[in-house]
């Protein structure tokens, strides 16, 4: 399925136009730009997600990891083995029982989302582009990780390659804290030379880390109030266990509707409603309204609800399940 990206270049030259200059007109309305994440918790019959044509990650998905900035290698463990936990045994409920759901999207051939998810690769960035990034610097982050001659460049794999893009906790990204904690898109030929997908996500733990990183930091600052909900992370750290639940999301998203025209509700493909928006804030059944929904705690009290490799622990949110037609995940009491 991806090795027919180079075909669609002229196509997508003419929608990636549509995007930046729908993108340029938008910048005062953040809920309208980039499949921003909303709020569409529980499940519904009157949900209208639809299948739009377009290609989802059916071959099996190469990932390669851009580290923007300076970061904790404990840090890059707990992420890295998180994504090696996707394609990997675990006790259940699992990262790869988790994303099981996310394999039943199909393209118009059948073929589903794979289960083949490896990470292919790493590159440390250090503030090639500063400390402020606008959304349009990660394709410029990219190109500069497939083309560098200081370090070793990371592949241009157009057939089968996603790339992301984590920002370390002092990189500050257009939109980031005020109205996203990370998105998806595509590469534009004229800027990295050929269409990949991509995925931003951005380590909110010394800037907002209860709007990024909740449940496990109140939203006010502080303490929280008895009965918040709020819990200790699986990982011992805030901000980087938020990133693993917004990472989880994005992958999902961009596994279901790489070039913004395969699974989303809503008639705008400029602000597609997909399938882990639909249930943002749900990671266990009961959850919405606030309400995280029932999850496991571990022998220090900290919450979660998948299972991963070298014994993991993650709270990752739940995904929209085509068949039952709601928000599902492998801890369903039901």
């Known amino acids: 399925m991806m090795q027919c990206l180079p075909l669609l ?112 690769g790493h590159f440390q960035d250090a503030y090639s582009h500063g400390r402020y990034l606008t959304r349009l610097s990660m394709q410029s982050i990219i190109k500069n990780a497939v083309t560098s001659s200081k370090r070793r460049a990371l592949p241009l794999n157009y057939s089968n390659g996603l790339y992301l893009v984590l920002t370390s906790r002092d990189v500050q990204v257009q939109e980031f804290c005020r109205a996203v904690c990370g998105f998806h898109y595509f590469t534009f030929p004229s800027v990295a030379r050929v269409t990949v997908p991509y995925a931003w996500i951005g380590h909110s733990g010394a800037q907002c880390p209860g709007m990024c990183a909740y449940p496990f930091a109140w939203p006010g600052g502080g303490t929280p109030p008895r009965g918040s909900g709020i819990m200790g992370p699986p990982n011992r750290d805030p901000g980087t266990d938020g990133m693993i639940s917004v990472i989880a999301h994005e992958l999902a998203e961009v596994s279901s509707n790489p070039l913004i025209n395969a699974w989303y509700a809503g008639d705008d493909p400029v602000a597609p409603t997909e399938i882990a928006d639909l249930c943002l804030g749900v990671y266990g059944s009961g959850g919405g309204g606030g309400y995280v929904g029932v999850v496991s705690k571990d022998s220090w009290g900290n919450g979660y609800n998948l299972n991963g490799v070298k014994g993991r622990k993650y709270l990752v949110q739940w995904v929209w399940d085509p068949v039952r037609r709601r928000c599902f995940g492998p801890n369903a009491l039901d």
């Open 9 to 120: 270049t002229l196509v997508l030259f003419y929608t990636s136009l549509f995007h930046f200059l729908a993108i340029s007109r938008c910048q005062n309305q953040p809920n309208y730009i980039y499949n921003q994440q909303k709020n569409y918790e529980g499940s519904s019959d009157l949900i209208d997600l639809k299948y739009h044509m377009g290609p989802v990650l059916a071959s099996p998905i190469n990932i390669y990891i851009i580290w923007y900035g300076r970061w904790d290698p404990n840090h890059q463990s707990t992420i890295t083995d998180f994504i090696s936990s996707i394609s990997s045994p675990a006790p259940y409920p699992s990262v790869a029982n988790w994303w099981r759901t996310v394999t039943l999207y199909t393209d118009q051939t059948g073929a589903n989302v794979t289960r083949n998810v490896a990470l292919s």
